[in-house]
């Protein structure tokens, strides 16, 4: 037999001896809204968001039958549910072994083909500073930071959701961040760029508070795990020396912003910037 399922069937077990001792067919049972911070579909995929559509908040139900055995069955259903959820989490926990599917592998010598000074250590702690510049600003609502960390796809997205917030007077607080693993798992080269994705575990605080800085999901006494899977995009082609809203010359190459409009360079034609986030797992510490 599997041993997932083993495991499974000695929860159910356990339970089932430990709980219906006490049953009392009466009780009230009931479910308060789970909070699924950096959930990706349903929500925010910043990795600073809450899922819909998987829990149910406030709605509580009520078990009046008198009848043991639907008692009894009704009890297994949910034990086997929670056996499940128990499993999962603790199977979250450490990082992704295998690589994502349809993406190429990676290879180290063939990028260095491509960026001949690419260091590993080097794309780690840069791609670590991108994602934790991307939060900070994500929490304080800067969208300068993060249009120079991402490509204008993700940019739109995330104020989008920023306008969301404010409309809301709600803040995502994102604090505390440390790396615990970090996986380059696939490379892919075109013309005009080179990707990287990678798989990032980090746990942080991520809650939502409201204008009153009272925390209205999730919560700020315990520590959330991610993990990641990232790409990040680097051009092939050389920065530009013009603006590409005024086409005014930019005679200081390092600056990301044009003297004369004001306006933010994208820093995809010449730096790593994040072109795509999801949250493969998550729990709480």
């Not at 499993?87 to 990082?95: A, D, V």
């Not at 990032?200 to 939502?208: A, L, S, V």
């Amino acid at each position: 037999m599997n041993k997932k399922i083993q495991k499974i069937l000695l929860i159910i077990f356990a339970c089932f001896i430990l709980i219906i001792p006490f049953y009392h067919p009466e009780a009230d049972s009931g479910f308060d809204g789970s909070y699924s911070g950096g959930s990706s579909g349903g929500g925010f995929s910043s990795g600073s968001s809450w899922s819909s559509g998987s829990s149910y908040g406030g709605h509580y139900y009520s078990t009046t039958s008198a009848d043991p055995v639907t008692a009894l069955i009704t009890l297994g259903i949910t034990l086997i549910i929670v056996a499940a959820i128990i499993l999962k989490t603790k199977q979250s926990g450490s990082m992704p072994k295998t690589t994502l599917k349809n993406i190429p592998p990676y290879n180290i010598e063939k990028l260095k083909e491509i960026l001949p000074d690419f260091n590993e250590q080097k794309f780690k702690n840069e791609a670590y500073e991108i994602y934790k510049n991307i939060q900070i600003a994500w929490m304080n609502f800067d969208n300068n930071t993060i249009r120079k960390n991402v490509t204008d796809e993700m940019f739109n997205m995330y104020k989008s959701q920023l306008t969301t917030l404010k409309v809301k007077k709600q803040t995502n607080v994102m604090k505390d961040f440390n790396l615990l693993g970090f996986n380059i798992v696939g490379m892919d080269i075109k013309k005009e760029f080179v990707s990287l994705t990678v798989v990032m575990q980090i746990e942080c605080f991520d809650y939502i508070t409201n204008k009153d800085k009272k925390v209205v999901r999730g919560t700020d006494k315990k520590k959330v795990i991610y993990n990641y899977a990232m790409t990040f995009n680097k051009g092939l082609s050389k920065k530009t020396n013009k603006c590409p809203n005024c086409g005014a010359p930019l005679e200081n190459q390092n600056s990301n912003k044009c003297p004369y409009c004001d306006s933010t360079i994208i820093s995809k034609n010449y730096d790593w910037v994040l072109a795509k986030k999801q949250v493969l797992s998550q729990r709480y510490k």
